[in-house]
């Protein structure tokens, strides 16, 4: 009876390690490839469930079936208008040929190794083929006026072609058709970022400083020009009020000089005596005004001058 009992102790024991050996488990996120020797038996296991394999000779090696993701480093690229960029790229991938992908890869890195190259090299080739605004802009669209300084630098846009979209997806079909023979699929390639190397980026910013520059003189020169012209219309309005209130000034004076000498002429002139006392009065004025210790006059005997002062002496 111990002997039996031993003899089915070991039977179980030996059942559960061949059972334990020869199944196995896929689930949801897994997909197998069955070796024997190392070398692939069959076709790849890519359902879920319990599975069955020949014990101890045959092994089970367990590969991702989820979506991956691949992020490329920044790569110096020369556009077809010779203007050098950094282009950083993403992607994600998936096995979808696991057997084929077991064949040509030893792991997970090596795969996503082979994957930069082939995504690198497809990008490289695509942008140098196209101009930068290719790469940059998605569409054509009519360009927004951003004011007077827009339109004197020139804000226009150049025709696009082909666009970033396309080339994204012209791209991710090229590198395809060597990840497929690799057991591989891009799903999504998309350009993360574009950006000038530092020494191109230093002369974009330098030539921006000198178009607003350019632009700031503009403005200082038309600014110049418009106070020339009402500095010129200020001083033309000005010499035109002068001259019309120095016309009138004058008219007064004249009207009033014209009117003392008309109540001079009615005062003076009622008789003779008043118009002598008003000669004599005159005659001192012209004394005063033209003559002083210095002065010397030469006057005819006949000048109304030469009868008051010969009266004085």
């Known amino acids: 009876m111990q002997k039996n009992l031993i003899y ?31 070398r692939p038996v069959g076709e790849a296991i890519t359902t879920p469930g319990l599975k069955f394999k020949v014990p101890f000779i045959q092994k089970t090696n367990f590969i991702e079936k989820r979506f991956l993701e691949w992020d490329g480093d920044p790569n110096q690229i020369p556009t077809k208008d010779k203007k050098f960029i950094f282009v950083d790229t993403y992607a994600r991938w998936q096995i979808v040929d696991p057997l084929r992908y077991f064949i040509r890869f030893t792991n997970e890195r090596s795969a996503m190794s082979r994957l930069a190259d082939i995504l690198d090299g497809e990008t490289r080739d695509f942008i140098a083929s196209h101009n930068l605004e290719e790469a940059v802009r998605t569409s054509n669209r009519e360009p927004v006026s951003s004011g007077i300084i827009g339109d004197m630098i020139g804000d226009s846009l150049m025709h696009i072609e082909v666009g970033r979209d396309r080339i994204q997806r012209m791209i991710r079909q090229s590198a395809n058709e060597q990840a497929r023979e690799l057991g591989l699929e891009i799903l999504d390639f998309k350009i993360k970022r574009i950006n000038y190397v530092p020494e191109v980026r230093e002369q974009v ?14 403005f200082r020169s038309e600014g110049q020009g418009e106070a020339s012209v009402i500095n010129g219309e200020k001083e033309r309005e000005l010499q035109t009020i002068q001259s019309a ?15 003392a000498a008309a109540i001079y002429t009615a005062a003076y002139n009622r008789n003779n005596a ?39 002496h």
């Open 8 to 38: 089915l102790i070991v039977a179980a024991v030996i059942l559960v390690v061949v059972v334990s050996q020869s199944a196995y488990v896929v689930n949801e996120t897994q997909q197998v490839v069955v070796t024997q020797f190392g």
């Open 245 to 259: 209130a120095f016309r009138q000034a004058e008219e007064i004076m004249g009207r009033a000089d014209a009117e």
């Open 274 to 312: 008043a118009r002598e006392l008003y000669a004599f009065l005159k005659s001192l004025e012209t004394f005063e005004k033209t003559l002083d210790k210095e002065t010397q006059v030469i006057l005819s005997t006949n000048s109304d001058l030469y009868k008051y002062l010969k009266r004085m």
């Open 205 to 218: 910013y330098n030539r921006m400083i000198s178009e607003r520059l350019r632009i700031a003189d503009e």
